[in-house]
Every structure is written in structure tokens, then in C-alpha cells.
């Protein structure tokens, strides 16, 4: 909306979340709902296919061609120790704290979010004890959607867009691994360890063999952390009682 319909910055930004909003309901109310109770591999297949046609109708919306909205906010740069940091760079980053504080506090003190995690452990017996599990499948597919729109927003500011782009949903789930399945805080230092090593490799490794290391950071930091802590850093082992 911000580039085809020239529509202004705020405006944009609520078109997103609002259809963002809409499609994480229907993508759970029309395809994952049928599947509770189902094996786990059947969702990932569901997702994985919804993830794979979607990416196939924005590759024929924008013809391969990439797109960029850094020009239409740009606030200048600074240095820090001879490293040049734009600013929309910093806002990005503080819109990220602010979203992360928020999911803290809602999971930890609002009584849907705690029933968000219960279900997460059991959603039978959390139904068992009175919790509409459909409604909170609902409502953690909304704010998924809603959380992964303002991810797609910030990540259009700093870099080009142009598809496929399937690297990034890839690097979104070797943080998750990475931090923890079960654990918020996690993600977030898993992604700030993670986007520090990429850099690092990218500077000084890639001039020495031509480039492309920076991606293999990602799955050489996943491999080891697996093999060391298969549960994460800040993952809980699980015990189950037989």
C-alpha cells in the first residue's frame, strides 16, 4: 500500500495489521482447526504448504523485482566506533524491545496469555479445565500474524525485499531452536547472538573465501547448540511420568 497506492506511512502500517490480522484467523480457522488432535507433522506440512503458495503469489504480484521503502524513511546515519548505524536501524531495534516487553507481560500476567501457555503444554487437560482451546488456537494465530506483520515492516526499512525470501522464515525457526522453544527471552538473545556472528563472519571471513559464509553461520550456530543443549539455551528439559 505504502509504494503501489501511495498512501501515507501511518495508514499503511494499520492496512498491514489489519489484514494481517485477518489472515492469521482464517489460515487457522480454515486449515489448522480441522487438524487438532492430529499428529504434529500434519500441521508443519499445513504450514510449510500455506508458506510456499503465498511466497508463489507475491513472486507474481511483484514479478521478481525487488523492493525497498528505505528511501521513503530516511533519517540520516551516525558512527559508533567508526561503524556506521542508520537510524531507522535504532528505531528497529527499539520496536523490537517494545514488542518483546509487551508478549513478556502478556504471557506472564493477562489471564488469556497464561492460558496460551497452558494449552501449549496440554490442551487437553487445558480444556478439561474450562479453557476454550479453539479460541486461544485463534487468537495465538492472530498475534503471530500480527507479530510477524511488524517483523516484515521493519525488515522492508532495513533491506531490500524482493522473492523468494524462504532464508528468513528459516533463520526465524533456528532462533526459536536456538533460545528455546518454550522460552521468549531466549529468541531474543538467540537473535541478537545470532545476527552479531553473522556480521562477524561476513566482514572478516567472507573477504578470505569469496563470500557466503554469512549464511552458514546460522546452521553451523544450530548444529552445535543442538548437539550441546538439544533443548536451547534457555530451554526446559522435559520429564514426563510414565
Known amino acids: 500500500g505504502l509504494v503501489a497506492l501511495r498512501l ?8 498491514a495489521l489489519v489484514s494481517s490480522t485477518i489472515m492469521g484467523w482464517l489460515v487457522e480457522r480454515l486449515t489448522l482447526r480441522p ?5 504434529l507433522i500434519s500441521a508443519f506440512l499445513m504450514t510449510f504448504a500455506i508458506f510456499m503458495a503465498l511466497d508463489g503469489v507475491f513472486q507474481l504480484i511483484l514479478k521478481g523485482e525487488s523492493k ?3 528511501t521513503l524513511l530516511s533519517l540520516g546515519e551516525f558512527e559508533v566506533v567508526g561503524t556506521p548505524i542508520r537510524v531507522v536501524q535504532l528505531i528497529s531495534f527499539g520496536v523490537v524491545l517494545l514488542v518483546f516487553l509487551l508478549l513478556a507481560l502478556f504471557f506472564r500476567f493477562t489471564k488469556t496469555g497464561l492460558g496460551m501457555r497452558a494449552t501449549a503444554e496440554d490442551h487437553q487437560l487445558s ?3 474450562g479453557i476454550n482451546v ?25 533491506m531490500d525485499i524482493h522473492f523468494p525470501l524462504p532464508y528468513i522464515g528459516i533463520k526465524g525457526l533456528i532462533v526459536a531452536l536456538f533460545g528455546g522453544l518454550d522460552s521468549l527471552p531466549g529468541a531474543l538473545v538467540a537473535g541478537l547472538i545470532l545476527g ?6 561476513a566482514g572478516y571471513l567472507d573477504p578470505l ?6 549464511d552458514v553461520a546460522a546452521y553451523a550456530l544450530l548444529l552445535i547448540i543442538l548437539l550441546v543443549k538439544p533443548y536451547g539455551l534457555f530451554g526446559l528439559k522435559r520429564i514426563e511420568r510414565v
Not at 8 to 14: E, G, H, V, Y
Not at 196 to 201: D, M, P, Q, S, T
Not at 209 to 214: A, I, S
Open 134 to 158: 479453539r479460541t486461544i488456537f485463534s487468537l495465538i494465530w492472530i498475534i503471530s500474524a500480527i507479530v510477524a506483520s511488524v517483523a516484515g515492516m521493519e525488515t522492508a526499512y532495513v
Open 127 to 129: 480444556q478439561s479445565t
Open 35 to 39: 487438524l487438532i488432535g492430529q499428529p
Open 68 to 70: 525497498t521503502y528505505a
Open 196 to 201: 552479531v556472528l553473522e556480521n562477524l563472519f
Open 209 to 214: 573465501v569469496g563470500g557466503g559464509l554469512k
Open 8 to 15: 501515507p506511512l501511518p495508514l499503511s502500517i494499520l492496512m
